[in-house]
């Protein structure tokens, strides 16, 4: 199988994928320009960088923790399916829920899930405040502002641990976050990672990992 140059930096990043999961990375790319072309989900300029923008951008959360087998994963805000599928493929034992209000969004996160033949992914097209699931981590991508994102999804946090960090929020976003931080620093705490720690890509340099556990008293 002659592989992209695109899906080769995947592989130079995560060199333990097997055969399996390097063809679903590299047949990522082509599925969503199939469909973008119908639904926009993706800019055009985001295309062109795919798997910098998208894939190993989503991939970083894997850099900061290894979810154990049978860890339930609630993507808020997902619209494409990012950053929940390419971790659903990376994390091929743990289990998705995509969830996002826009219906059309959901639509191709469901037929993308479908052409990758991924068990471990569940889409719905609905608001992350209506979910009563109870879920080990929360994954987003900057859907919104964190004093507004938390109370969303603080009530759909499992008490009980089981991976080797406390069960909480990983947050993706650029920019400067202290501000946000401190408007949720009462009931959470908070951890800041760069990713460029992981990367060399530019693209990185103002991108980060927010991390967030309920304090064990909230206030």
């Given amino acids: 199988m002659k592989l992209s140059d695109s ?34 989900v993706i800019s055009r300029k985001d ?8 894939v190993l951008h989503s991939l ?9 087998s049978d860890t339930k994963i609630l993507d808020v805000g997902t619209g494409g399916g ?17 969830v996002d209000s826009i219906r059309k969004k ?4 469901d037929e993308v899930v479908n052409e990758l033949k991924l068990k ?3 889409p719905l097209a609905m608001r992350a405040e209506n979910i009563s699931s109870k879920f080990d981590f929360i994954v987003s991508r900057a859907v919104a502002q964190l004093d507004k994102f938390c109370p969303w999804i603080s009530k759909n946090i499992n008490d009980l641990n089981n991976n080797e960090i ?7 976003k650029g920019g400067d976050l ?42």
């Fill in 7 to 40: 899906s080769k930096k995947i592989q130079f990043y995560f060199p333990n994928l097997d055969q399996h999961q390097i063809q679903q990375f590299d047949i990522l790319k082509e599925i969503y320009l199939n469909w973008n072309s119908k639904i926009n």
């Fill in 47 to 54: 295309t062109e960088n795919f798997y910098t923008r998208h």
């Fill in 60 to 68: 970083s959360i894997a850099k900061f923790i290894q979810f154990a």
């Fill in 82 to 98: 990012f950053p929940g599928l390419p971790l659903a493929i990376y994390f091929s034992k743990s289990k998705f829920t995509l």
């Fill in 106 to 109: 959901i639509k191709v996160v």
């Fill in 120 to 122: 471990n992914v569940e």
């Fill in 166 to 172: 406390k069960n909480g929020i990983i947050y993706l």
């Fill in 178 to 219: 202290k501000e946000e931080i401190k408007k949720v620093s009462k009931k959470f705490d908070c951890e800041l990672i760069n990713i460029s720690n992981y990367y060399n890509e530019l693209f990185f340099e103002s991108k980060s990992i927010l991390y967030l556990k309920k304090k064990n008293k909230e206030q």
